[in-house]
């Protein structure tokens, strides 16, 4: 008798294979039947090659667990198994559908869904909602004979077998060779969604610059290793006899390809005829302009929608830097997909059900040149609370929202959508201006905790999970009462691109704390991330204050996390001033042991203000130094007095006239020299000095600078 179920498989199969398109279907069954029919048409399939994550492997199925669909990347297979029934994982899955290539299907054994009236599953909603989208084939259609779903099927497509796939690719690698062999200082940008071939592009081209020119020296960077593994496949496939002295070291004809992590190639700076970096958008903006300012041959790659993150705010903002710093430089953008067909029906599947289309986010072209945004925007902007339930009914109004969320957060992805649906103490709020959202926030509810608890958490016996700010306050910092107060964290926020500037980010920060404190409910604010200088700006411009800095660099964004917080009721002032002061008491000594690698910029951000005024003799004893007197040693801590005291005033009159920038910040030098404890020779590498007289006749004269200012002398 012949299997309904089979004979739509193998059916489906053959257009998809005709197509080059990719096809999902959803086994609608009971645990048996289910594995049952995989199994029947994995049987059929037996000549291609079948990935599988999650739930028990099937006979001949290549395996990864379902939050380790990522080891599957760069590997191709034309059936893949998606068995969701005991767990799910939204980054997992979008990355092992990135090994299906076209002419494959995607099988997908559900999870079980709790529809009993009481039930606020809104993430397993979400997902039935979106898998009841691809074809389903169902034990009751198998009994009845009959598979409704037949009638679905796709059309065959005209095929034309004139268009070359690879044509993009080729002009990218030109390109990229191009940037060698033409004028310094114009880097090239490469932009492409997952399966555009941009990785191989990166490995292609390196390999016959290798072949063709001998010595030469390529440097490829990447936010991790794993991240640029395709890059050296690609490369070694193509050359003969080379040495591969590691996974990510190639030796050619006296040249070389090899992997430098971000951190070590801006402390280093070894040299080289060309820097590749790749997953460009993780890799955070300073550091990127820090490598622009190093290297003239360069060329940057970037995801623009990918399990991990999306690379579109990355293009917002470093493009336009760039635009003004290398005006030379060229962007391609690589549209054409070599994994699949054009118009695969999966990906847009893909975008549509984890919201990364940009179609509700209007482009910088679409924007109306004439149109002006100088008015009072926050007088017509309403903070409205997306609950869940309005998601579900009005997805269009939570694609906006992440919209803006992963344009202005690179690592903002599809799991990032499925905690908010799934966790009851996160909370999604939209600056309305009319139907469009001009800004977002993600906050999540924390604290509360109980003091057994607590005692556990202090002594590292104990991590609850969802509680990133008062866990660390209470054992880091030894602060019970941030564990005990209950917290809102805003995990994130973001603004439109054509509204940044006006002030909606302050703005939504200011209405929540005004519901906040209506309600009585929440005790204070905090905030974590990878710390900028510009982002510490525009958190204390919102009273938040930094209580701590992680010692070891987020091996996602390169940065320091920085924790901030934000009292909301007196109770919480008393603790939060002693947990102010112990930061501000102890950053100068951290920062010149364990953080000495601390960007100048970020220091300056984080300095404390000291409003205390100078002794008389102490300002003496500086001034004879700047006239020649005296030494370094004698006086290096009375100016860190001076510098606490300039920053602090500093802040006193940028906080009364509304202005960032009074004339007389503290110095880069100053800051290495006296805040990091730098060697003279270090600052004379670093500010490229002729020497140490040099660097001490600048030094007195930042130092003089500071005292004038101060109107001290």
């Not at 990355?95 to 529809?115: E, M, N, R, T, Y």
């Not at 102010?580 to 690698?597: D, I, K, P, T």
Request: glycine content about 8%; hydrophobic content about 40%; proline content about 3%.
């Amino acid at each position: 008798m012949t299997n309904p179920t089979n004979t739509f498989l193998n059916t489906l199969s053959k257009i998809a294979q005709h197509n080059d398109h990719r096809y999902g279907v959803v086994f609608d069954g009971d645990f048996d039947w289910q594995n049952s029919a995989v199994i029947k048409f994995l049987q059929d399939a037996d000549s291609q090659t079948v990935f599988q994550i999650g739930g028990t492997p099937f006979e001949g199925a290549i395996h990864a667990s379902v939050k380790k669909g990522q080891q599957l990347l760069g590997r191709e297979c034309q059936v893949l198994v998606c068995d969701f029934r005991e767990q799910f994982d939204a980054n997992g899955f979008s990355a092992a559908l990135g090994s299906l290539v076209g002419g494959g299907l995607l099988l997908v054994l559900p999870p079980k869904i709790d529809d009993s009236e009481d039930s606020e599953c809104f993430g397993q909603s979400w997902l039935k909602r979106h898998f009841d989208k691809l074809f389903s084939v169902s034990q009751s259609d198998e009994q009845t004979g009959v598979i409704e779903a037949v009638n679905l099927l796709p059309q065959k497509l005209d095929q034309d077998n004139s268009t070359d796939r690879f044509e993009q690719q080729k002009d990218a690698i030109e390109l990229v060779k191009k940037v060698v062999t033409g004028h310094r200082k114009r880097p090239l940008i490469l932009t492409a969604d997952r399966g555009r071939g941009k990785s191989s592009t990166l490995g292609i081209a390196a390999a016959q610059l290798l072949a063709e020119r001998q010595g030469l020296n390529i440097i490829v960077t990447a936010p991790s290793v794993k991240a640029i593994e395709p890059v050296f496949t690609h490369a070694l496939q193509r050359l003969d006899a080379c040495e591969a002295i590691n996974a990510t070291h190639i030796g050619y004809q006296g040249g070389s390809l090899r992997f430098v992590a971000p951190d070590e190639l801006l402390k280093s700076k070894p040299d080289c005829d060309l820097l590749l970096v790749d997953e460009a958008a993780a890799i955070p903006i300073p550091m990127l302009k820090s490598m622009v300012g190093s290297y003239h041959r360069m060329v940057f790659s970037t995801t623009v929608h990918g399990y991990e993150g999306s690379g579109r705010g990355f293009g917002i903002k470093f493009e336009a830097w760039l635009s003004e710093h290398r005006p030379g430089w060229k962007g391609y953008k690589l549209e054409q997909p070599i994994r699949w067909n054009n118009n695969d029906p999966l990906e847009r599947w893909l975008f549509d059900c984890f919201l990364l289309g940009e179609d509700a986010c209007p482009s910088e072209s679409a924007v109306d040149e004439s149109e002006d945004f100088s008015g009072d925007v926050l007088n017509q902007l309403s903070l409205v609370e997306l609950s869940k339930a309005d998601c579900l009914v009005n997805p269009q109004k939570l694609q906006q929202c992440f919209s803006l969320l992963v344009d202005a957060h690179y690592q903002t992805s599809p799991n990032d959508l499925m905690q908010f649906l799934d966790n009851p103490a996160i909370h999604l709020f939209a600056a309305w201006q009319q139907d469009e959202c001009l800004g977002c926030m993600l906050v999540t509810e924390e604290g509360g905790l109980d003091k057994e608890l607590i005692a556990q958490v202090q002594v590292g016996k104990r991590r609850p999970q969802g509680h990133l700010a008062p866990v660390l306050l209470a054992n880091q910092l030894g602060f019970v009462e941030a564990a005990t107060s209950s917290c809102l964290r805003v995990m994130r926020i973001a603004v439109s691109t054509r509204h940044q500037g006006l002030g909606i980010g302050r703005w939504m920060l200011e209405q929540l704390s005004e519901q906040a404190v209506q309600t009585g409910q929440v005790d204070y604010f905090a905030t974590s991330f990878g710390a900028t200088s510009d982002l510490i700006s525009f958190w204390r411009d919102s009273e938040f204050v930094p209580v701590h800095i992680g010692h070891q660099r987020d091996q996602a964004s390169g940065c320091h996390s920085v924790l901030m917080v934000k009292s909301l009721n007196p109770d919480s002032q008393i603790w939060m001033s002693q947990l102010q002061s112990h930061f501000e008491r102890s950053f100068c000594f951290v920062v010149s042991g364990s953080l000495a690698s601390l960007e100048v910029d970020m220091i300056r951000a984080l300095l404390p203000y000291q409003a205390e005024s100078m002794a008389e003799s102490e300002i003496q004893l500086i001034k004879n130094y700047v006239d020649g007197g005296n030494s370094y040693d004698s006086i290096g801590f009375s100016v860190l007095n001076l510098i606490l005291q300039s920053n602090g005033r500093q802040a006193h009159i940028a906080e009364s006239d509304s202005i960032t920038d009074t004339g007389f910040a503290v110095s880069d030098l100053l800051i290495a020299k006296v805040v990091q404890q730098k060697e003279w020779g270090t600052c004379v590498e670093q500010f490229n000095l002729v020497g140490r007289k040099q660097a001490e006749i600048q030094f007195r004269q930042d130092v003089d600078f500071l005292l004038s200012n101060l109107h001290c002398k």
